[in-house]
């Protein structure tokens, strides 16, 4: 049990909490190291440059077409932001609304950073929730006290441990994004739905305009989510963007030089004051970073792609873990 939570944390740190750059080094050492081991043992002895040629063509092409990933990024990230005056007043009014449906449901001017933003939220919510929940303790519901009880306490909790955590972590939009990979909350939805329709004559009007604000509130948060989500894919792909660029173009001249090196004729050594045994695994190694790079940036936006897929009323499995 205890080996099983540490490789749940270790699969979520690499996947998803860890630091992209770190990650990427670490792959690189790793990649080094068993470069260096092979030739280390015999393995691979070195003895033919044909091979070789070959390595170092397949990662100098390939590394230009990481170049062009690089490009067609720009071109997405680019496709999003050039907008006419049309549109991005649209846009904008869009969030204006949006904002200005928060700030009359809480009666407070909504802030304007992530994670102050979710704090409100998840706090309206919970007091809904507890409204709701005294209904149930003082018999408004009638024969429906306990499932109403039980509902709102299960909001309750959720709420206050989304509020700990978001108290725990920084201001950064993906640590916001990250505290609402659990659930979309459509389950609860429907379970409040499903609670009102089997009730519906026992329940007086303030009860169902509770469990209809409770609603609203929750399906705000999705909104707020899937809104958090599309700034942090480009601030995302931009990182990464500039990333590649700054480990594809080193790797790119280092892969072409040595390469270059390598066509001296077996009978006239270049003077290099590195060994072949050091000089190639090297060298692959820094070919490989960007590689690595773009792996680590990859695996974590097609995990958070997965666990946000789905958008209210429907939810996943992946997405209720």
């Known amino acids: 049990m205890v080996l099983h939570t540490y490789w749940r944390r270790a699969v979520k740190w690499f996947l998803l909490s860890g630091d992209r750059i770190r990650i990427a080094v ?64 649209t846009q904008i009014e869009h969030v204006i609304e949006y904002r200005t449906a928060i700030e009359d449901a809480t009666d407070q001017i909504a802030p304007v950073t992530p994670l ?44 206050d441990q989304i509020d700990h955590l978001l108290r725990q972590s920084d201001s950064g939009t993906f640590s916001v994004l990250s505290v609402m990979f659990e659930t979309n909350y459509a389950q609860q939805i429907n379970r409040l739905r499903r609670l009102r329709a089997r009730h519906d004559t ?10 209809q604000t409770l609603i609203d509130r929750l399906q705000e948060i999705d909104i707020a989510r899937q809104y958090f989500k599309t700034i942090y894919f480009q601030q995302e792909l931009s990182t990464l963007t500039r990333w590649l660029l700054y480990t594809g173009v080193p790797a790119e001249a280092v892969l072409i030089a040595t390469l270059l090196v390598l066509t001296v004729p077996a009978d006239r050594p270049a003077d290099i004051p590195v060994p072949p045994e050091t000089l190639v695994p090297l060298t692959i190694t820094i070919g490989l970073v960007p590689l690595a790079v773009l792996g680590s940036f990859f695996w974590r936006t097609a995990t958070v792609t997965s666990l946000t897929a789905a958008t209210l009323p429907f939810t996943t499995p992946e997405q209720e873990r």
């Open 26 to 89: 670490g792959l690189v050492v790793l990649f080094g190291m068993a470069f260096g081991a092979v030739i280390a043992v015999g393995i691979s002895p070195l003895f033919s440059m044909q091979a070789l040629f070959y390595a170092y063509g397949g990662l100098i092409s390939g590394n230009l077409t990481l170049i062009t990933v690089v490009v067609s990024i720009n071109q997405l990230l680019l496709s999003r932001e050039l907008n006419t005056p049309g549109e991005l007043e």
């Open 116 to 159: 102050e933003f979710l704090q409100l939220l998840v706090e309206a919510t919970r007091e809904e929730a507890q409204r709701l929940g005294g209904f149930g303790r003082d018999g408004v519901v009638g024969a429906g006290g306990d499932d109403v009880r039980q509902v709102a306490t299960t909001l309750t909790d959720q709420m």
């Open 202 to 211: 026992d329940f007086p009007a303030v009860v169902d305009e509770s469990i």
